[in-house]
């Protein structure tokens, strides 16, 4: 099977006034279609930047080199306006907090329609409006025509966490980003959300590129390992094979 996504000999430096900084060393990554890959590692290994690299969100004094293969197309050299395109309808991706995410000022079914206004600019304000509750139905969330109207506050955490979910899914993107999606969210909440992670896998066929410390939270969803360590992709396998016969 062909990778759907594959990084090579990818590094991320920050340019700091004490000097440069090396996050990422070296990444050599595969993706395959429908596959749930984590990536595991301790606190400040690189995992958020290897993430943030891949959708080109890094801050002004970063800089990446290395190939993001998608497809067999490297978009690492493209220009702003390219990657523009491919965000959200390529990949999305659900960050940690979900409160941070989320805009305080705007209704949850607002912000979920923005997010697929930019993509499809002449959707009509019924189907627009239609495709609103279908997604947030899609996450899960009970009761979509009279939450589609209250704010980020008016949410607890996990329908939170939800509505930044039906926003990455407007798009209809391929590929997930998950950087640590349960951290801040109980346990009860925590397995929930996990539980709708899978479904969407298995039914919308979406690989799924999830970032945790959580080694229980790995075995439960992952499919395949990348133990990171230092920068640097230390160890990769099956899960129960990582998880039983560790190497690294």
């Known amino acids: 099977m ?57 801050p002004e004094n970063a800089s990446v080199t290395g190939k993001i293969l998608v497809n067999d197309t490297d978009i690492a050299p493209y220009p702003e ?24 000022s705007m209704t949850i079914g607002a912000q979920i329609a923005e997010a697929i206004v930019v993509h499809e600019p002449k959707i009509s304000k019924e189907a627009l409006r239609a495709r609103v509750l279908e997604l947030m139905e899609l996450v899960e969330i009970d009761r979509p025509m009279e939450r589609m109207k209250l704010y980020p506050h008016n949410f607890s955490g996990g329908m939170r966490q939800r509505a930044v979910m039906a926003i990455a899914l407007a798009a209809r993107a391929k ?51 990348a133990v990171m360590e230092k920068g640097r992709i230390v160890e990769t396998g099956e899960t129960e094979q990582v998880f039983l016969h560790p190497q690294a």
């Open 2 to 58: 062909s990778n759907l996504l594959e990084l090579q000999n990818l590094h991320v430096s920050y340019h700091t006034p004490r000097g440069t900084v090396q996050a990422v060393r070296g990444v050599d990554l595969t993706l395959q279609p429908g596959e749930v890959l984590a990536i595991v590692g301790e606190s400040g290994c690189g995992k958020s930047a290897l993430l943030k690299a891949i959708m080109r969100l890094l």
């Open 81 to 104: 306006k390219q990657l523009q395109k491919l965000r959200g309808s390529l990949f999305s991706m659900v960050f940690q907090d979900p409160m941070t995410a989320l805009n305080p």
């Open 175 to 225: 590929i997930l980003l998950a950087d640590e999606p349960t951290t801040a969210l109980d346990v009860t909440i925590q397995a929930q959300i996990l539980e709708l992670l899978r479904r969407l896998n298995r039914e919308l066929g979406m690989s799924i590129l999830f970032i945790s410390h959580n080694l229980h939270v790995v075995r439960k969803l992952c499919t395949r390992v």
